[in-house]
């Protein structure tokens, strides 16, 4: 749409989507950040909307459709997939899958790297976990009305 220079979700997708799906099928964590200014899309390009997938459902439906065609050494063998979702709103990061608000800390780990400490992590198996896990996580982010956006996020 016109918020990102004329690009839909799909074309945002196979310009990083893809490759942030390769790196988590290569064994490396992926993250999506999207920034802008108010009214740019941001959440939209993330979460979708009105039918038109965001890049969260993508990607994810892109790993697990790659996983059918892996092949398996043997049947000792898994792959488990997890995922989180936070919103980091002045300076604290909530856990948006948490019943509580506390904020959480970010640290370093000097063999698997940054990680956020206490979050919740739900193991995910199809791409209708991630639909479920972004639809829970969603109801939580902080909102507010703005002049661009009755539904502003607040992250």
């Excluded at 009214?39 to 459902?57: E, F, I, P």
């Excluded at 604290?92 to 640290?107: G, T």
């Excluded at 370093?108 to 198996?125: I, K, L």
Aim: glycine share 10%.
């Amino acid at each position: 749409d016109s918020r990102n220079g004329g690009l839909d979700n799909a074309d945002v997708f196979y310009a990083v989507g893809v490759e942030a799906a390769a790196a988590v099928l290569n064994g490396t964590n992926a993250t999506i950040f999207c920034y802008g200014q108010t009214g740019s899309g941001k959440t939209h390009t993330l979460l979708g909307g009105n039918g038109d997938a965001g890049l969260a459902s993508r990607i994810t439906a892109a790993i697990f459709d790659a996983l059918v065609y892996l092949p398996s050494p043997s049947e000792d063998v898994s792959i488990p997939i997890d995922a989180a979702f936070v919103e980091i709103y002045q300076d604290k990061i909530r856990d948006l899958l948490a019943d509580n608000e506390d904020s959480l800390k970010l640290r370093e780990h000097p063999e698997q790297g940054v990680y956020v400490e206490g979050v919740t992590r739900w193991e995910m198996t199809s791409g209708s976990d991630v639909d479920e896990l972004l639809a829970v996580g969603s109801c939580r982010r902080q909102t507010g009305s703005s002049p661009y956006n009755a539904d502003s996020s607040r992250s």
